[in-house]
T-cell receptor, first 110, second 115 residues
Framework: QQQVKQSPQSLIVQKGGISIINCAYE??????FPWYQQFPGKGPALLIA?????SEKKEGRFTISFNKSAKQFSLHIMDSQPGDSATYFC?????????FGSGTKLNVKP | GAVVSQHPSWVICKSGTSVKIECRSL??????MFWYRQFPKQSLMLMAT?????????EQGVEKDKFLINHASLTLSTLTVTSAHPEDSSFYIC???????????FGPGTRLTVL
């Protein structure tokens, strides 16, 4: 059973555009929702994270929107750059147990 | 801060041999370390959770006798793939947590290829 569903599988965005990646979860016990960025051949790097007591968190060009009632959260990358091209994973966690989404491969065209 | 290293970054071995992968937290003491496996173009699958000085907790379907985990100190955990076979070829990634729960920092990964 997949705990976290992520979409789309791949995404192509023009430079300067907005990249949006969505995730949904079922287990209401999850209390930590991070996003990770992974480049080929590298380990994931923590990008931004949110807890369910807030609906939005912004750090630079990256924003997480969180809808507790819908059990959904999304990552918005504003002013997307070619350097943002990577695979992005959402995750949901509780008591240090992480469940990862299937990943979204983002390609930002120059 | 919060840097996690892995060694080696890649390894090629013959079928039937054992391979040890090290995971170190360089600038912090990690109460808990995790080991993940990632197949090409797929997500991370948790293999086991290890706490310093205690036995690792393995996820369902992961053979504990095949994937030996030792967490000897607060900065070092090792994963040994015993009697490796080609189907064990994968990208193995460790992560470590600080005292604050839920924040996992990942290592750069180790690419294992078993011939």
């Amino acid at each position: 059973q997949q705990q976290v569903k992520q979409s789309p599988q791949s995404l192509i965005v023009q430079k300067g555009g907005i990249s949006i990646i969505n995730c949904a979860y079922e287990n209401t016990a999850f209390d930590y929702f991070p996003w990770y960025q992974q480049f080929p051949g590298k380990g994931p790097a923590l990008l931004i994270a949110i807890r369910p007591d807030v609906s939005e968190k912004k750090e630079g060009r990256f924003t997480i929107s969180f809808n507790k009632s819908a059990k959904q959260f999304s990552l918005h990358i504003m002013d997307s750059q070619p350097g943002d091209s990577a695979t992005y994973f959402c995750a949901a966690a509780n008591f240090n147990k992480f469940y990862f989404g299937s990943g979204t491969k983002l390609n930002v065209k120059p | 801060g919060a840097v996690v290293s892995q060694h080696p970054s890649w390894v090629i071995c013959k079928s039937g041999t054992s391979v040890k992968i090290e995971c170190r937290s360089l600038d912090f003491q990690a109460t808990t370390m995790f080991w993940y496996r990632q197949f090409p173009k797929q997500s991370l699958m948790l293999m086991a959770t290890s706490n310093e000085g205690s036995k690792a907790t393995y996820e369902q379907g992961v053979e504990k006798d095949k994937f030996l985990i030792n967490h000897a100190s607060l900065t070092l955990s090792t994963l040994t793939v015993t009697s490796a076979h080609p189907e064990d070829s994968s990208f193995y990634i460790c992560s470590a947590t600080l005292e604050a729960p839920d924040t996992q920092y990942f290592g750069p990964g180790t690419r294992l290829t078993v011939l």
